[in-house]
């Protein structure tokens, strides 16, 4: 674990060391779709809570729920049921354009196909998530400046998309998903159109996220990438299959614990 | 601002394309300012004519019936036109005539020394000028006292003195009207003939001469004799036109009507003209006015159809920029951010088309002015009203694609493909 925020009041369940404070608290969450007279439960009312500081792996089979969970996670949708809470904040008591402003500021999303706009430069895409928030917080320009050279970009500023490789797509990406330092980052399959290599290293750059404490959700079918994860919650037909905590210790023991 | 500039860098990315919307609102706006000009220059120089014309007048004039009988005779003398008892019936007669002028012409040459000219010889008293509102250039016009004593006097158009004294001054100077010595007391200021409205091909465009009423009928009389091919040809006319000119506007279409009505009882052909410059006027309004309107409907059209076009093309940008939207708003965007986003890229279109269409419009009329000598007027409120009708049209056919942009699922536009 991150060492940032050890002290908790609350006393330890056995096996588990000093919970964080919560970031997500799902709660008999669930997500109906209907389909004419057909009823699917993508989310079947599990509970589950994500703590500051972790990076978890969402993984299960195709239409197990992981990409209507993340939706949900990322505040794009809404749950048919049960209760989500975002540091604290009752997703269900804002509406959508305040919404809006909260996933700007509170969430990071990483998609599979980097999702950039093709008519904005690299430092432009960067700043797009603060661009609509009703107070741009000063010095972001050069926070993005910073973002984009931790990223490896500092020499392509002013790049559009379609003049970057998948990777640096993928950089530029993660830049933007950290400009507003976002209680949650949010991934589906971001490596999924990347060859192993770039995969890597986007892996890497995830890591020294977590151990800067980011807490990263990371959606992908693929066992390799779940296994880089810290932790890994395993659903099946809308719920739960496994959580398995503590998996990517081995080998390199850069943490310290 | 901002919004601005980036709504330029989305159009950027399709230049073809952008550029053909904003043809059909630049087209539009073109059309509309180029003929509104032509239209106006067009009806500005018809009024002009008219009220030249003197928009209280009523003016009648002879006018040659179809020519019937024996075409080889030697000699013939063709009678036809108003008369004096047409002129002294409406002198006396009728109400609400201020003054009646009646004019004679003779088909005099006039000369002096060398040069010879074939303007028109007018024969008319003295009251011909202020009915006419002619101005003088110099000297006097003809007076009671000439018209009382026959005087042997004449005043020159403009155009006939600087023919026949091109480098003195025509006042005191003697020409020869035909076959009489006249002395020169006066020159009128240069003015279109004021027959050009109804061209009268008898007529000499190209000056006039102005000798008073009782010297015309006692030395030139009331037969014009001309030599044509061989053939002598004598016509009496005994007066070419009569002007009436009423006391007050509300007495034009009065007297026009008596005017009409006499003329139709007393002559057996119709071998005279009512001429009702007001009548022509009003005419010339209600030609504008249709006009307007079928100028307004075009325009409109053609900015509906561009708008239209502009619309098809941002729904279909919509449509192909489904996932940007998508992630847009779930990168914070609000609906209000994604409308917005939507309306200034149409109206940045549309204003486009408008700024480029005003030029064009007003480049239009500049080289139809240069090229067909035609008359245009741009008003100033043409350029901006279509401008503004240009933006407007932006507004109005980019609000269903914003809306529908702005109103997209998040969750299904990122999943679009
Ligand atoms: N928009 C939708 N309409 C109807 N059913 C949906 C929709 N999205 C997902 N589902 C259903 O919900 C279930 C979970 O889907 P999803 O969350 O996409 O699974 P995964 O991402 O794990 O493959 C599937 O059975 C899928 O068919
Ligand atoms: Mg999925």
């Given at each position: 674990?991150?060492?940032?925020?050890?002290?908790?009041?609350?006393?330890?369940?056995?096996?588990v060391p000093v919970p964080s404070e919560p970031v997500a608290e799902l709660s008999n969450i669930t997500r109906l779709y209907r389909m004419g007279d057909e009823e699917v439960h993508a989310l079947d009312g599990f509970s589950f809570t994500f703590r500051k500081g972790e990076y978890?792996?969402?993984?299960?089979?195709?239409?197990?729920?992981?990409?209507?969970?993340?939706?949900?996670?990322?505040?794009?949708?809404?749950?048919?049921?049960?209760?989500?809470?975002?540091?604290?904040?009752?997703?269900?008591?804002?509406?959508?354009?305040?919404?809006?402003?909260?996933?700007?500021?509170?969430?990071?999303?990483?998609?599979?196909?980097?999702?950039?706009?093709?008519?904005?430069?690299?430092?432009?895409?960067?700043?797009?998530?603060?661009?609509?928030?009703?107070?741009?917080?000063?010095?972001?320009?050069?926070?993005?400046?910073?973002?984009?050279?931790?990223?490896?970009?500092?020499?392509?500023?002013?790049?559009?998309?379609?003049?970057?490789?998948?990777?640096?797509?993928?950089?530029?990406?993660?830049?933007?998903?950290?400009?507003?330092?976002?209680?949650?980052?949010?991934?589906?399959?971001?490596?999924?159109?990347?060859?192993?290599?770039?995969?890597?290293?986007?892996?890497?750059?995830?890591?020294?996220?977590?151990?800067?404490?980011?807490t990263i959700l990371l959606v992908t079918h693929e066992a390799e990438v779940g296994r880089r994860a810290e932790n890994i919650l395993r659903l099946k037909d809308g719920n739960i299959d496994s959580v398995e905590r503590g998996v990517s210790r081995e080998g390199e023991g850069t943490?310290?614990? | 601002?901002?919004?601005?500039?980036?709504?330029?860098?989305?159009?950027?990315?399709?230049?073809?394309?952008?550029?053909?919307?904003?043809?059909?609102?630049?087209?539009?706006?073109?059309?509309?300012?180029?003929?509104?000009?032509?239209?106006?220059?067009?009806?500005?120089?018809?009024?002009?004519?008219?009220?030249?014309?003197?928009?209280?007048?009523?003016?009648?004039?002879?006018?040659?019936?179809?020519?019937?009988?024996?075409?080889?005779?030697?000699?013939?003398?063709?009678?036809?036109?108003?008369?004096?008892?047409?002129?002294?019936?409406?002198?006396?007669?009728?109400?609400?005539?201020?003054?009646?002028?009646?004019?004679?012409?003779?088909?005099?040459?006039?000369?002096?020394?060398?040069?010879?000219?074939?303007?028109?010889?007018?024969?008319?008293?003295?009251?011909?000028?202020?009915?006419?509102?002619?101005?003088?250039?110099?000297?006097?016009?003809?007076?009671?006292?000439?018209?009382?004593?026959?005087?042997?006097?004449?005043?020159?158009?403009?155009?006939?003195?600087?023919?026949?004294?091109?480098?003195?001054?025509?006042?005191?100077?003697?020409?020869?009207?035909?076959?009489?010595?006249?002395?020169?007391?006066?020159?009128?200021?240069?003015?279109?003939?004021?027959?050009?409205?109804?061209?009268?091909?008898?007529?000499?465009?190209?000056?006039?001469?102005?000798?008073?009423?009782?010297?015309?009928?006692?030395?030139?009389?009331?037969?014009?004799?001309?030599?044509?091919?061989?053939?002598?040809?004598?016509?009496?006319?005994?007066?070419?036109?009569?002007?009436?000119?009423?006391?007050?506007?509300?007495?034009?279409?009065?007297?026009?009507?008596?005017?009409?009505?006499?003329?139709?009882?007393?002559?057996?052909?119709?071998?005279?003209?009512?001429?009702?410059?007001?009548?022509?006027?009003?005419?010339?309004?209600?030609?504008?006015?249709?006009?307007?309107?079928?100028?307004?409907?075009?325009?409109?059209?053609?900015?509906?159809?561009?708008?239209?076009?502009?619309?098809?093309?941002?729904?279909?940008?919509?449509?192909?920029?489904?996932?940007?939207?998508?992630?847009?708003?779930?990168?914070?965007?609000k609906r209000k951010h994604i409308v917005t986003q939507f309306l200034v890229e149409t109206m940045v279109l549309s204003g486009a088309g408008g700024v480029v269409g005003v030029g064009v419009g007003l480049l239009i009329p500049w080289i139809v002015e240069r090229a067909a000598d035609?008359?245009?007027?741009?008003?100033?409120?043409?350029?901006?009203?279509?401008?503004?009708?240009?933006?407007?049209?932006?507004?109005?056919?980019?609000?269903?694609?914003?809306?529908?942009?702005?109103?997209?699922?998040?969750?299904?536009?990122?999943?679009?493909?």
């Open positions: 674990m991150s060492g940032s925020t050890a002290e908790s009041a609350e006393p330890a369940a056995a096996g978890w792996a969402i993984m299960g089979s195709s239409g197990s729920g992981k990409s209507t969970l993340l939706n949900i996670l990322g505040c794009v949708d809404r749950p048919t049921g049960g209760s989500y809470r975002v540091r604290g904040q009752e997703v269900a008591d804002l509406d959508d354009d305040e919404l809006s402003t909260f996933r700007g500021a509170e969430l990071g999303f990483i998609f599979q196909s980097y999702n950039l706009i093709p008519q904005l430069d690299v430092l432009e895409n960067i700043l797009m998530p603060v661009m609509y928030q009703d107070e741009v917080p000063e010095g972001i320009e050069d926070r993005a400046l910073e973002l984009a050279k931790r990223v490896g970009l500092g020499e392509r500023l002013h790049h559009r998309p379609m003049q970057l490789s998948g990777g640096q797509q993928q950089r530029v990406a993660i830049a933007r998903s950290l400009i507003n330092d976002p209680a949650l980052i949010l991934a589906d399959e971001a490596t999924g159109n990347l060859d192993s290599k770039t995969a890597d290293e986007i892996l890497e750059l995830f890591d020294e996220l977590h151990a800067e404490g980011k943490d310290a614990q | 601002m901002r919004a601005v500039r980036l709504g330029v860098s989305s159009l950027l990315l399709h230049k073809l394309r952008s550029f053909l919307t904003t043809l059909g609102v630049l087209f539009g706006v073109a059309s509309v300012i180029a003929m509104l000009a032509v239209g106006e220059g067009a009806s500005a120089e018809a009024q002009d004519q008219i009220r030249r014309l003197g928009s209280r007048n009523v003016i009648l004039r002879s006018v040659k019936p179809p020519q019937v009988g024996d075409e080889d005779a030697e000699m013939r003398v063709l009678s036809y036109g108003l008369t004096r008892d047409d002129f002294e019936r409406i002198s006396e007669t009728f109400p609400g005539v201020d003054q009646s002028v009646p004019v004679l012409q003779t088909p005099a040459e006039v000369r002096s020394g060398q040069l010879l000219c074939r303007p028109r010889v007018l024969c008319t008293p003295h009251l011909f000028q202020s009915v006419t509102r002619r101005d003088l250039f110099s000297g006097r016009f003809l007076t009671e006292q000439d018209e009382a004593s026959r005087s042997l006097v004449c005043v020159l158009g403009y155009e006939v003195a600087r023919f026949l004294f091109p480098f003195d001054t025509a006042l005191g100077e003697r020409v020869k009207v035909g076959e009489h010595y006249l002395e020169v007391v006066g020159v009128l200021n240069s003015r279109l003939p004021v027959g050009t409205i109804t061209l009268d091909p008898s007529s000499e465009a190209g000056g006039e001469v102005f000798v008073p009423l009782s010297t015309g009928r006692a030395y030139y009389g009331e037969r014009q004799t001309q030599m044509r091919s061989g053939s002598m040809d004598i016509q009496e006319v005994q007066l070419h036109e009569i002007i009436v000119a009423a006391e007050r506007d509300i007495d034009v279409p009065v007297i026009a009507a008596a005017c009409r009505s006499m003329l139709k009882r007393e002559h057996d052909e119709k071998d005279y003209e009512v001429i009702v410059p007001l009548e022509l006027l009003a005419r010339a309004e209600e030609t504008k006015r249709i006009f307007n309107i079928v100028l307004g409907s075009i325009a409109g059209i053609s900015l509906l159809v561009g708008g239209i076009g502009i619309m098809n093309v941002m729904l279909a940008t919509v449509t192909e920029r489904t996932r940007e939207i998508g992630i847009r708003r779930a990168l914070g965007a035609l008359e245009t007027i741009v008003e100033p409120a043409a350029p901006i009203l279509a401008f503004g009708i240009s933006v407007l049209v932006g507004i109005v056919f980019g609000l269903y694609p914003a809306w529908r942009a702005a109103n997209m699922d998040p969750v299904e536009a990122l999943r679009h493909e």
